[in-house]
């Protein structure tokens, strides 16, 4: 498959920390393709996602987008022209809307910063409907929805620019469990429809199988596991893989505890 996303020997060095935030991360994402990008907290997984949005200084390294292009220092203009190309959908759903602005105008103020004005209406109420929401959504406010209806809503938003790549940072983890799976399996029905791609950023290992195609796992800001869902979250390799399965919940205990026995004997 062609990659629509490469990071290269990616380092990003923050001020006040002696330790490379990351240290010469290396991963691709092709076209159509979930990419998890798994560890805990301070491992670096959105430091990567920042990155890649421009919202953090490049170090070393490179981020190629669609094959011919370095982004880690666009100018400012490419950088605008590059947020219709490249979204995201934070944790929190209600601090990514103001409060104060309806659902209709959220939406359209993509549209606007990038001077497409033709068929706003039209085009907010085919995002609504295509996360599942109806058109009367467009006149409400945000505190007028319930957390998955608003992250629906940050899913609209983030599709707007009909974006070839969207970085997902924590989408799920503000998110009853019921509710994290219907997110997930509208997230995997727009990549069909649509063809976009994920860099789909999480803590929870129990989430990889059910939206990623592969994964990458992250420790203080190295990777230190790489492979297809099936090698990772069923023959984990590096011991820091194994501790992030065996601490995932699954709903079943038996399974749990035959899971962390059968990892304690490899």
Excluded: W
Aim: with cysteine.
């Amino acid at each position: 498959m062609t990659a629509i996303l490469e990071v290269s020997d990616l380092t990003v060095q923050y001020r006040r920390r002696p330790a490379p935030a990351l240290d010469n991360v290396s991963c691709t994402i092709a076209q159509g393709e979930t990419v998890a990008l798994v560890g805990e907290s301070g491992s670096g997984k959105s430091t990567i996602g920042n990155a890649i949005l421009g919202l953090v200084p490049v170090a070393h390294g490179s981020i190629t987008f669609e094959g011919t292009e370095d982004i880690t220092r666009p100018t400012r203009y490419r950088r605008r022209t590059l947020t219709r190309h490249i979204q995201a959908i934070f944790q929190d759903p209600y601090g990514s809307l103001n409060p104060a602005r309806t659902i209709g105008k959220a939406l359209a103020e993509p549209l606007r910063a990038h001077g497409i004005t033709d068929d706003m209406a039209t085009r907010v109420t085919g995002a609504l409907e295509r996360v599942g929401l109806d058109a009367a959504a467009a006149g409400k406010y945000p505190a007028q929805f319930s957390g998955g209806q608003r992250q629906r809503i940050a899913i609209a938003r983030a599709l707007m620019l009909e974006p070839r790549l969207i970085i997902c940072d924590e989408p799920l983890s503000a998110l009853d469990l019921s509710v994290q799976a219907q997110v997930l399996n509208l997230l995997k029905a727009l990549q069909r429809d649509l063809g976009v791609s994920y860099l789909f950023i999480t803590h929870d290992l129990a989430i990889v199988p059910h939206i990623a195609h592969r994964v990458v796992v992250l420790r203080g800001g190295q990777i230190v596991e790489t492979g297809t869902v099936s090698e990772v979250c069923d023959h984990p390799s590096h011991p820091y893989t194994q501790r992030l399965i065996q601490a995932a919940p699954v709903p079943d205990p038996d399974l749990q505890r035959a899971r962390r026995r059968a990892l304690e004997s490899q």
